[in-house]
């Protein structure tokens, strides 16, 4: 009976000259615990191709290096263990081991219980890298989830990842057939992009900027903001005349976010007084507070009525933060004009 064995290709020289020398294992089995001193991983080589490297693509999920394909002999009548990865797994003959994993295909794995000489290898063999299953063989069961907890920063998967949790939301939104189906996909996004943090084009979003609903273009000037600025600055400034307040916010929130304070208050100089204001708020929050205070004090130039009064509002909290520094006080006791009684 043939089978293989998935190793490193850097092992490939000493394969050929020593066999597989398996590895220590503890193995559940139908009967109960059996430690193995020399156990080798393998698969039956069958007629299905995708069932007999299927290990390929998580094995090699936790390092770069190219995997290679062994081909050795046991004899027939040899027992093997099979079974399901993390399952008990039952002794059979090794010749019954190709019927029941043809059987049994999603994440079947033989384990051989000794050491395979070099005589016993018939080939190695370079193969493609781009079979087989990630996580769990059922793609129906796959965790998906790109949050910081499923998806820790520094994760090898996480931009590949990330790409598919985009696509599969921004197809969701096209295929959509009423606007709270857009919404609810719109809203998938946010973490995925965050997660990006700018390595994804924004092309599939911007028709949905353009939506007749003004709640859909508030939640893609939401999402806007998570991308580069080169990417996305021209349609901010379009939803920044936006006949819905609620739109002109969030794209002054998302500029912000993209092009800084600085260039925002630039941006915004013949805006709507109403984005200004929403623009001013926003200083609050700005954690360079020298920053903060010269646009504070550039805008507060021709500043009147609710413009005015939200500079003094903010100038007033930002005395309040101890972290402030002196001579930034020094300007936003003059922004926040008299003491209110």
């Known amino acids: 009976m043939r089978f293989l064995h998935l190793a490193p290709a850097s092992r490939e020289r000493a394969i050929k000259r020593a066999g597989l020398s398996g590895s220590k294992?503890?193995?559940?089995?139908?009967?109960?615990?059996?430690?193995?001193?020399?156990?080798?991983?393998?698969?039956?080589?069958?007629?299905?191709?995708w069932t007999t490297h299927q290990w390929l693509r998580e094995l090699r999920r936790g390092h770069d290096e190219r995997l290679i394909a062994v081909c050795f002999r046991v004899d027939d009548d040899e027992t093997v263990h099979v079974g399901r990865y993390n399952e008990p797994h039952q002794p059979m003959r090794?010749?019954?081991?190709?019927?029941?994993?043809?059987?049994?295909?999603?994440?079947?794995?033989?384990v051989v219980a000794h050491r395979i000489e070099s005589r016993d290898i018939l080939r190695i063999r370079q193969i493609t890298q781009l079979v087989g299953w990630t996580s769990v063989p059922e793609g129906e069961k796959k965790w998906n989830c790109v949050c910081h907890a499923c998806l820790p920063r520094?994760?090898?998967?996480?931009?590949?990842?990330?790409?598919?949790?985009?696509?599969?939301?921004?197809?969701?939104?096209?295929?959509?057939?009423?606007?709270?189906?857009?919404?609810?996909?719109?809203?998938r996004l946010e973490i995925p992009l965050e997660r990006a943090r700018g390595r994804i084009a924004p092309s599939k979003l911007l028709v949905h900027a353009r939506s007749p609903n003004p709640k859909v273009r508030r939640s893609a000037a939401q999402i806007l903001g998570h991308f580069k600025r080169a990417q996305v600055e021209k349609v901010l400034l379009r939803l920044l005349e936006d006949d819905h307040p609620e739109v002109q916010c969030?794209?002054?929130?998302?500029?912000?976010?993209?092009?800084g304070v600085a260039r925002t208050a630039a941006l915004l100089d013949d805006s709507y007084e109403g984005a200004v204001v929403t623009f001013v708020e926003l200083l609050e929050f700005e954690p360079d507070s020298a920053k903060a205070v010269k646009v504070l004090e550039t805008v507060s130039r021709n500043a009147t009525g609710p413009l005015q009064r939200a500079v003094e509002t903010v100038a007033r909290s930002l005395l309040a933060d101890p972290q402030v520094g002196a001579p930034e006080q020094r300007h936003l006791r003059a922004l926040a004009g008299p003491p209110s009684r």
Do not use: C, K, N
């Not at 503890?26 to 069958?46: D, E, N, Q």
């Not at 090794?94 to 033989?110: D, F, L, T, Y």
């Not at 931009?159 to 599969?168: I, L, N, P, Q, Y």
């Not at 921004?170 to 057939?177: E, P």
């Open 25 to 49: 294992v503890t193995l559940t089995t139908t009967h109960g615990t059996t430690s193995l001193s020399r156990a080798i991983f393998a698969m039956p080589i069958i007629a299905d191709f």
């Open 250 to 259: 969030e794209a002054v929130e998302a500029l912000t976010r993209v092009a």
């Open 94 to 110: 090794a010749r019954a081991s190709a019927r029941w994993i043809a059987q049994h295909p999603a994440g079947a794995e033989v």
């Open 154 to 187: 520094g994760s090898r998967d996480l931009m590949r990842r990330v790409r598919a949790a985009f696509a599969d939301a921004t197809l969701a939104a096209a295929q959509a057939r009423s606007e709270e189906q857009i919404l609810e996909a719109l809203g």
